[in-house]
């Protein structure tokens, strides 16, 4: 890990730190880990397991196509209820008609293939994270984290925090301003940075779910949370104002058990 940077908070454990990842580094992405040990922490699950998946790879290593299992399970549960914010309760096939004005059977046909680079459907990355992240908040199978769901686990667990970020920003009228090909959220400088942290605290969840269901209860989690919260809430490494104002209520300690339906 070189440490030519000016320091950053390690993404584990919030630390200033100059070191970060090399690989990472060269595609402009700065990750910073404080040591070594923070960046391979040994545990049942390993933040450099989840890190090694997409490591200086392209963005749709980060963010992959959704499964044929994936699809099919949304198809499943697309009117079961749902914990959402706020104590209210949804249901994915109401969500998405409200997102695109289109119903969800119909939405998930042209949903495979390549995230990035198309335009059709309208917001097919946070679609994407929608659907994973909903899988998360299901009152009727709760998540089993030796179970196979058609993706690794840590990526259903990094889609809840990145749908919360992006959703602040729809809410706000922000996503599409910064966007304006739904298909092209790659190109914006927080957005790459935004999926790579949430998967170190995916793996961070992982690690916490291995040793207690009490997230609270594990260090390396709530570091990790803290430090996230605070990059998110300042902005993605942006200068924009209406970005801090518009994700400084993001709250990802209560996005772990709800996920967050758009507005009507």
């Not at 070189?2 to 070191?19: L, M, Y």
């Not at 994407?128 to 259903?156: E, K, N, Q």
Request: proline content about 8%; aromatic content about 6%; charged content about 20%.
């Amino acid at each position: 890990m070189p440490s030519d940077a000016a320091e950053q908070p390690c993404v584990v454990c919030g630390t200033p730190t100059s070191q970060r990842c090399s690989c990472c580094a060269q595609r402009g992405i700065g990750l910073f880990f404080c040591s070594r040990a923070h960046q391979k922490l040994a545990s049942v699950a390993q933040v450099w397991s989840a890190h090694k998946l997409v490591c200086s790879k392209d963005p749709d290593a980060l963010l992959p196509p959704l499964s044929d299992d994936e699809i099919e399970d949304a198809k499943a549960r697309m009117h079961q209820p749902l914990r959402c914010e706020g104590g209210r309760v949804s249901t994915l096939a109401r969500d998405v008609q409200v997102l695109c004005k289109r119903p969800l059977p119909e939405v998930l046909s042209s949903l495979p293939g390549p995230i990035f680079g198309s335009s059709e459907p309208p917001f097919k990355p946070l679609l994407t994270l929608m659907i994973r992240s909903s899988r998360l908040a299901s009152f009727a199978a709760p998540l089993d984290v030796t179970a196979s769901y058609g993706t690794p686990v840590v990526f259903l667990l990094a889609s809840t925090y990145v749908e919360h970020a992006l959703f602040a920003l729809h809410d706000a009228r922000l996503l599409l301003s910064s966007s304006p090909a739904a298909g092209r959220l790659d190109a914006q400088s927080w957005f790459i940075p935004l999926l790579h942290r949430a998967l170190v605290l995916g793996a961070l969840e992982l690690v916490a779910l291995s040793r207690s269901n009490a997230l609270r209860e594990c260090p390396e989690y709530v570091a990790g949370l803290e430090s996230m919260q605070r990059w998110v809430r300042a902005g993605m490494g942006t200068d924009g104002e209406a970005f801090r104002q518009a994700l400084k209520g993001v709250d990802f300690a209560v996005g772990r058990v709800n996920y967050h339906a758009p507005a009507r």
